[in-house]
C-alpha cells in the first residue's frame, strides 16, 4: 500500500499562472478531503468528496480554485490565475469510510506549491 | 461559532518528562475528536481517536488523551516523552453540520512540542 499519493511535491509557478495539483487517494478509499497548510492559517479545510461526490466545498476561495473528483482513483485541485498569497502546502487525505461515523484520514506528504 | 482551540503554540519540556497538550472545542453536540501528528516533512498520522465511551483512550507510542464533557476538552498527554516525539500536534473535531451532509474535520493551529536540549 503506497499510501496517499501526491503530485507533484513541489510546484513553481509565476503570478496569474494555473496551478493543477493531483491526489491519488489509497484504493478502496471512499472519502478525499483536500487542506490548505500555512504558517499563519494552520491547516484550513477546503473541501471533500464521498464516493466523488462533492459534500462540502465551503473552504474553497470561491473564484479561483476548484476540485474535482472524476474516478475513484484520483482528484484535482485547480487554482486558476495564481496570486502570492496561495502559496502553501496543499494536503491530500483519504478514509476508507466517512459518512455516519468519522473514521481515520489518511494524509499525503502534500504538495508545495510557491507562487513568485 | 463553532471552533477547536490549541491554546499553545510550543511546548517544551526535558527529555523523559510528561507532556500534556491542551485543547478545547466549541461545538453544540459532542464531536468525534482526534490528535494527529506531523513529524517534520510529512503528512499528518493520527495518533487517537474518541467518540464515546471511556473518556480516557489510548493512543499509539504511548499517547493517551482524556475527554471532558464539562469543560468541552480532549488533552493529550503522555507519561515520558522521547526525542522522537518532536512534531506539531493537531487536535481536530468532526461534528454533523445540520442540514449540509457535512461532517467534515476541523483542525486546530496545532502545537509544536520540543525537547530541551
Known amino acids: 500500500n503506497a499510501g496517499v499519493i501526491q503530485t507533484p511535491r513541489h510546484k513553481v509557478t509565476g503570478k496569474g499562472q494555473e496551478a493543477t495539483l493531483w491526489c491519488e487517494p489509497i484504493s478502496g478509499h471512499s472519502a478525499v478531503f483536500w487542506y490548505r497548510q500555512t504558517i499563519v492559517q494552520g491547516l484550513e479545510f477546503l473541501t471533500y468528496?464521498?464516493?466523488?461526490?462533492?459534500?462540502?466545498d465551503s473552504g474553497m476561495p470561491k473564484e479561483r480554485f476548484s476540485a474535482q473528483m472524476p474516478n475513484q482513483s484520483h482528484s484535482t485541485l485547480k487554482i486558476q490565475s495564481t496570486q502570492p498569497q496561495d502559496s502553501a502546502v496543499y494536503l491530500c487525505a483519504s478514509s476508507p469510510d466517512w459518512g455516519a461515523s468519522a473514521e481515520t484520514l489518511y494524509f499525503g506528504s502534500g504538495t508545495r506549491l510557491t507562487v513568485l | 461559532a463553532q471552533s477547536v482551540t490549541q491554546p499553545d503554540a510550543r511546548v517544551t519540556v526535558s527529555e523523559g518528562a510528561s507532556l500534556q497538550l491542551r485543547c478545547k472545542y466549541s461545538y453544540s453536540a459532542t464531536p468525534y475528536l482526534f490528535w494527529y501528528v506531523q513529524y517534520p516533512r510529512q503528512g499528518l498520522q493520527m495518533l487517537l481517536k474518541y467518540y464515546s465511551g471511556d473518556p480516557v483512550v489510548q493512543g499509539v507510542n504511548g499517547f493517551e488523551a482524556e475527554f471532558s464533557k464539562s469543560d468541552s476538552s480532549f488533552h493529550l498527554r503522555k507519561a515520558s516523552v522521547h526525542w522522537s516525539d518532536s512534531a506539531v500536534y493537531f487536535c481536530?473535531?468532526?461534528?454533523?453540520?445540520?442540514?449540509?451532509?457535512?461532517?467534515?474535520?476541523?483542525f486546530g493551529k496545532g502545537t509544536k512540542f520540543s525537547l530541551i536540549p
Open positions: 481536530a473535531v468532526s461534528v454533523d453540520l445540520p442540514g449540509t451532509g457535512s461532517n467534515r474535520l476541523t
Open positions: 468528496f464521498r464516493n466523488q461526490a462533492p459534500i462540502d
